[in-house]
C-alpha cells in the first residue's frame, strides 16, 4: 500500500480488512501514513504545506536553561476541561482529560480527570493521620512519613468515574468531544503499600467483612468497600506516576481500587473502619446507584466495564484530505486486560482488527490504531473492545434495553463518530 | 523484630526521611501507633443504620425550622424544595410516570444516611458546623418536610435509625460482583 495507490477502489484494496476503507493494521506498520493529520480548525483540502528547509532561529541563539520545575511547551497547551458546578457550592464538579489530544497510555498529572465533593483540602502532612479501626484486633493510627517507610508496589491503572459518557444516555450532544463525553477517565502509575499489610497488622475479626474509607475533604466522603477487594489488589496510593499524590487526586494519600468505579478510590483517605456491614454513605445511596426501568437501584454496582473510544478522529476534529488516517484510541477493563479492539467506519456493519500499540496491562488503559482511507464519502467510525474475561463492549441500543435511561451510571456503550462529506467529526446515534 | 521497629524509629527520625529502608516479606515494617476506638469519638463521624456511632442529644423538626432557614435554605429552599435535582429534599415518586425525582424521601433507603450526611457534610458553606444537637434537629426537619415523622417527635440515637423510609425495599446489592 503507498499513497500512489490513493484513488483506487477501496474494494479491490488488498490490505482491505473492513468496508468503508478500514486496511490492515499492518499497514500502520509497514508504511508511511499520509501527511494530511486531523486539523482542528479550517480545512486545507488541495493545500500543500510549504517546506522550509532554512535554519530557524532557535538553532541561532542559547535558550533558558534548567529549572527547578518542568513546563510544557508554549506551543502544547493541553488543558482539563471543567463543567458547570453550581455556584453555591463551587467545591463540587468534574474537570476532564483530553483524551483526543494524549497519546500513549499514561495522562500526566496535571491532566488527570477530578471529581470533588467539596473542593480540594490544603492538607498539611505532618498533620494528617490515617486511622484503621473498628473490627479489628488492635486500632491503629498511622504517619504520613512512616508510611513512606513501608514496601510499596508500582500498577499502572485506570481511573474511570462511574458517571462517565453518562452523557450518552440521553442523546444528543452533536458538538461532544472526546473530551468533554468520554474525559472521566485517566490511567497512571500508582505506586503505595497493599491495604491488606495494613489492615493485617491492625489485625482483621472474624466478622469483618466490610470496609468504610473516609476522606479528610469538606465533605468527608465515605464509602464502604467489601473486604474482598481491600484484601485483594487495594491500595493507599502515595505516589502518582513517580511524584507524590497531586493534591486534586488525593494528596497525601488515597485509596485506590483498581478497576473500580472512582469514587469508591476515596481520596485524601484519613479513616477505615472495619465493619460487619455496609455504612449506607450518602454516595452509595442517593448517590452512585443505578436505577433501573422497574425502579429498582442497583447498589455496589462496583467494576468498571469493557469499554473503548475513538480519540482520533473524534468530535469537533476534520479530516483534511482524502488519504490514508491514522484511527487511533483507547481501551480498558475493570475485568482484566484488554484482548482486542475492533473498529468499523460503516457503523458497525462490518469489523477490522486494531493493532494494540501498547502493553496489555491488567484494568490499565492500551492504545489502539488502525489505518483508514477516507475517500471523501460519509463514514461511521467506532471502536470495540473484548477483555481477557470474554466481555464484549456493547452498544448504546444494548446498554439501553439492559438498564433504561433514568441511570446515568456505569455506561460503557460504543461510541460513533461521524464523518461527513466535508470531513467534519461529530457524535452521532447509530 | 522489634529491634528492627526500633532501629526503624531511632534512625528515620534524625532527620533522614529520605533514607531507604529495606524490610523483607519476613520483616513487614509495622509502625502503627496504638490507639483506643475511646480516643476516636471525636474523629470518626460515621453513623450507622444498626444505630452505632449516632451520639448523645436529639432535636425535634420544629426546633430545627429556623436553623434550616438560617442554614440550609439558601440552597435548599424553606421546604425542602432546592433549587435545583440536586438541592431538592422533599417530593418525587419512584413510581412516578416520568422519570422519578429521586429525593431523600423518595429515595434514600435509611434514615441513618440523612444524620451522617448532614453531620459529615452539611451545611455546604460550613460544614461540620452544626452541634450534635443541631444536626439531630436539622434531620428531623428534613424527614418532617418528607412527612416521615411527626413535628415533634423526638429525633435521637435511638428513634432516627428506626425511621421507616418509602423506598427501604428499591435497592439491589451488587457487592457480590467484584
Not at chain 1, 17 to 44: D, E, I, K, W
Not at chain 1, 81 to 97: D, I, K, M
Not at chain 1, 299 to 323: A, E, N, Y
Request: aromatic share 8%.
Amino acid at each position: 500500500m503507498t499513497k500512489s495507490s490513493k484513488g483506487q477502489n477501496i474494494e479491490l484494496d488488498p490490505e482491505r480488512v473492513a468496508a468503508n476503507g478500514l486496511l490492515s493494521r499492518r499497514h500502520l506498520l509497514s508504511a508511511a501514513l499520509g501527511g494530511a493529520g486531523l486539523a482542528m480548525a479550517r480545512p486545507v483540502i488541495g493545500q500543500e504545506p510549504g517546506i522550509n528547509l532554512e535554519i530557524p532561529a532557535w538553532s541561532k541563539a542559547p535558550g533558558p536553561g534548567t529549572s527547578p520545575y518542568g513546563s510544557r511547551s508554549a506551543h502544547a497547551q493541553l488543558e482539563r476541561q471543567s463543567g458547570f458546578g453550581n455556584p453555591l457550592y463551587p467545591g463540587g464538579g468534574a474537570s476532564r482529560s483530553p483524551l483526543q489530544h494524549l497519546q500513549g497510555t499514561i495522562t500526566p498529572n496535571s491532566l488527570h480527570f477530578e471529581r470533588h465533593h467539596a473542593g480540594i483540602p490544603a492538607i498539611d502532612p505532618a498533620g494528617h493521620k490515617l486511622v484503621i479501626h473498628g473490627l479489628v484486633r488492635q486500632p491503629l493510627v498511622f504517619d504520613y512519613e512512616d508510611l513512606l517507610k513501608y514496601q510499596m508496589v508500582s500498577k499502572t491503572y485506570f481511573l474511570e468515574c462511574s458517571g462517565n459518557s453518562g452523557a450518552l444516555l440521553y442523546g444528543g450532544n452533536p458538538d461532544g468531544t472526546a473530551q468533554s463525553l468520554h474525559g472521566l477517565v485517566s490511567c497512571a502509575e500508582w505506586t503505595g503499600i497493599p491495604l491488606s499489610v495494613l489492615l493485617e497488622e491492625a489485625g482483621l475479626l472474624p466478622d469483618a467483612r466490610w470496609i468504610a474509607a473516609v476522606g479528610a475533604d469538606a465533605a468527608s466522603m465515605g464509602r464502604s468497600i467489601p473486604l474482598g477487594k481491600a484484601m485483594d489488589d487495594s491500595l493507599l496510593a502515595l505516589f502518582q506516576n513517580g511524584e507524590p499524590v497531586r493534591p486534586e487526586q488525593g494528596y497525601p494519600m488515597r485509596l485506590f481500587n483498581p478497576g473500580w468505579e472512582g469514587n469508591t478510590s476515596v481520596k485524601w483517605l484519613t479513616q477505615i473502619k472495619v465493619t460487619r456491614n455496609p455504612l449506607q454513605f450518602r454516595d452509595e445511596t442517593s448517590k452512585y446507584t443505578d436505577t433501573l426501568p422497574d425502579r429498582t437501584s442497583l447498589q455496589f454496582t462496583f467494576p468498571m466495564d469493557v469499554k473503548s473510544l475513538i480519540t482520533s478522529p473524534s468530535g469537533q476534529m476534520r479530516v483534511t484530505q482524502r488519504d490514508i488516517y491514522r484511527v487511533t484510541g483507547i481501551a480498558w477493563s475493570g475485568a482484566g486486560s484488554i484482548r482486542r479492539v475492533e473498529v468499523s467506519a460503516d457503523g458497525g456493519q462490518t469489523w477490522g482488527d486494531a493493532l494494540i500499540e501498547s502493553q496489555q496491562l491488567d484494568k490499565a488503559l492500551v492504545r489502539f490504531s488502525i489505518p483508514w482511507r477516507w475517500n471523501g464519502a460519509p463514514a461511521v467510525l467506532q471502536s470495540r473492545a473484548t477483555d481477557s474475561a470474554g466481555n464484549v463492549q456493547p452498544t448504546r441500543d444494548a446498554v439501553i434495553a439492559a438498564k433504561g435511561t433514568i441511570n446515568r451510571y456505569h455506561n460503557p456503550c460504543i461510541q460513533s463518530w461521524g464523518v461527513n462529506t466535508a470531513g467534519e467529526v461529530t457524535n452521532v446515534y447509530v | 523484630m522489634y529491634t528492627f521497629r526500633r532501629m526503624l524509629k531511632a534512625s528515620t527520625l534524625a532527620a533522614c526521611s529520605a533514607a531507604v529502608l529495606v524490610s523483607t516479606a519476613q520483616e513487614q515494617v509495622k509502625l502503627g501507633q496504638a490507639i483506643t476506638e475511646v480516643s476516636l469519638a471525636e474523629f470518626n463521624l460515621i453513623a450507622e443504620p444498626s444505630g452505632t456511632g449516632f451520639p448523645a442529644g436529639s432535636g425535634t423538626a420544629q426546633q430545627g425550622r429556623t436553623i434550616f432557614e438560617n442554614r440550609c435554605a439558601l440552597c435548599h429552599g424553606s421546604n425542602g424544595e432546592g433549587n435545583s435535582d440536586a438541592t431538592v429534599l422533599v417530593g418525587g415518586n419512584m413510581q412516578s410516570a416520568e422519570t422519578p425525582l429521586r429525593t431523600v424521601g423518595s429515595y434514600w433507603p435509611y434514615a441513618s444516611t440523612v444524620f451522617d450526611f448532614i453531620r459529615r457534610a452539611m451545611p455546604a458553606n460550613a460544614p461540620k458546623s452544626l452541634t450534635d444537637e443541631e444536626t439531630y434537629q436539622v434531620a428531623a426537619y428534613v424527614l418532617y418536610l418528607n412527612g416521615l415523622v411527626a413535628e415533634d417527635e423526638i429525633m435521637n440515637a435511638q428513634t432516627l435509625p428506626q425511621v421507616r423510609m418509602p423506598n427501604a425495599e428499591g435497592f439491589i446489592d451488587r457487592s457480590h460482583i467484584q
